[in-house]
């Protein structure tokens, strides 16, 4: 959204500072803007470069700047809102010259469906997503993406099953799918919440599961995005089903920005209300101390990197209560007499929401 806006304010470019440097060298084209590239009525269009660049390329960018790099870098940190920096021109010039080649590939959505029991309810859908691909081969070796996202992958299909052997499946219909190119810019979700195989004022909620850090047991479980629509008392019912504290992503990682960068935001911005299900962080046994700090370790250090394989130290049992929790959580929102709707007011339900979401209204 921030990139459509400077478009639109007639920017010409915009350079994104990562604050650690790059895996596959100091500068990369974002992913995302070159599929907008494609889309005739995308505002990115107007851009000429949209640029991610690491400290190390960006510090010739502030020869003479008001503010050094490393200054800006330590104080634009969500727990320091009052002491961020204004905005300052840069002095240096910068010439971009990109490469870019296309390719054209098939990849596709792996899809299931579980219909409802419900006379008229089975024509309603709550979709769960978990994408399969990873980011691939970088410098430091092969990407698996055990947790991000085997672990999801799996979970679904664990979620069917359990579904499919239940005597009366859930009221509503559940579209189980399998996300490709999820690394690459939400092409997967996005393609399938744009074109859905149902009509998509039927689909009533989606389900992401791509955040199972299964680290350590926890006391908590999170659900990223929840407390925008009613999916949040489907939550607190899921949390309470696990026996788990459902709690909000701490403010150092960045909660927010999750919500906006998972499949889950494909299906907000075709106005249905989304969750991403994260693990928690406070550890259940006293011989894992500091949980946040080992959670916060795996997303700065593991995540994106060879290290997120089979080879790290996986505990079974949270990965599966995760699992659990989204489960409980879908098949709350699958089971309640009223379909899920934003909260009144609520920046996403008034950006996204009303325009798609003119279906009839579906009290049991
Ligand atoms: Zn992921």
Redesign the pocket.
């Known amino acids: 959204m921030k990139w459509a806006n400077a478009a639109d304010h007639g920017a010409r470019g915009i350079i994104e500072l990562s604050p650690l440097d790059l895996p596959r060298g100091p500068a990369t084209y974002r992913a995302d803007t070159l599929d907008d590239w494609f889309d005739p009525d995308s505002s990115l269009k107007r851009l000429e470069a949209c640029l991610v660049i690491g400290p190390t390329a960006a510090a010739p960018l502030f020869t003479g700047a008001p503010q050094t790099l490393e200054y800006l870098l330590k104080r634009a940190t969500p727990e320091c809102k009052p002491c961020r920096p204004g905005s300052f021109p840069l002095c240096p010039k910068l010439t971009v010259d990109a490469a870019i080649s296309c390719t054209d590939f098939d990849s596709r959505n792996v899809v299931a469906l579980l219909r409802g029991s419900h006379s008229t309810l089975k024509n309603e859908y709550v979709v769960f997503t978990a994408?399969y691909d990873a980011i691939g081969p970088t410098g430091g070796g092969a990407c698996d993406g055990a947790i991000?996202?085997g672990a999801g992958t799996a979970g679904i299909l664990e979620i069917a099953r359990a579904f499919s052997l239940l005597e009366t499946p859930p009221a509503r219909s559940i579209l189980f799918v399998n996300t490709t190119g999820?690394?690459t810019g939400l092409d997967g979700a996005s393609c399938f919440a744009k074109e859905p195989p149902v009509d998509i004022k039927q689909i009533v909620a989606n389900v992401n599961l791509?955040a199972n850090v299964m680290l350590f047991e926890t006391t908590d479980i999170v659900a990223i995005g929840a407390k925008h629509s009613t999916l949040a008392s489907a939550a607190e019912a899921a949390a309470r089903g696990v026996s788990r504290k459902l709690v909000e992503l701490r403010c150092d990682l960045q909660g927010e920005g999750y919500f906006a960068r998972?499949d889950n935001f494909s299906f907000v911005e075709q106005g249905v209300p989304a969750v991403l299900v994260c693990s928690g962080q406070e550890a259940a046994s006293s011989e894992i101390d500091n949980g946040p700090d080992r959670f916060i370790h795996w997303v700065r250090d593991v995540y994106h990197s060879a290290g997120d394989s089979l080879d790290q130290d996986l505990d079974w049992h949270a990965g599966a209560i995760y699992t659990q929790f989204a489960a409980l959580l879908g098949a709350a929102a699958a089971n309640g007499e009223k379909r899920p709707a934003w909260n009144p007011g609520n920046f996403f339900g008034d950006r996204w929401g009303n325009a798609a979401r003119r279906g009839p209204s579906s009290a049991r």
Do not use: K, T
């Open positions: 994408h991000d996202d999820e690394e791509d998972a």
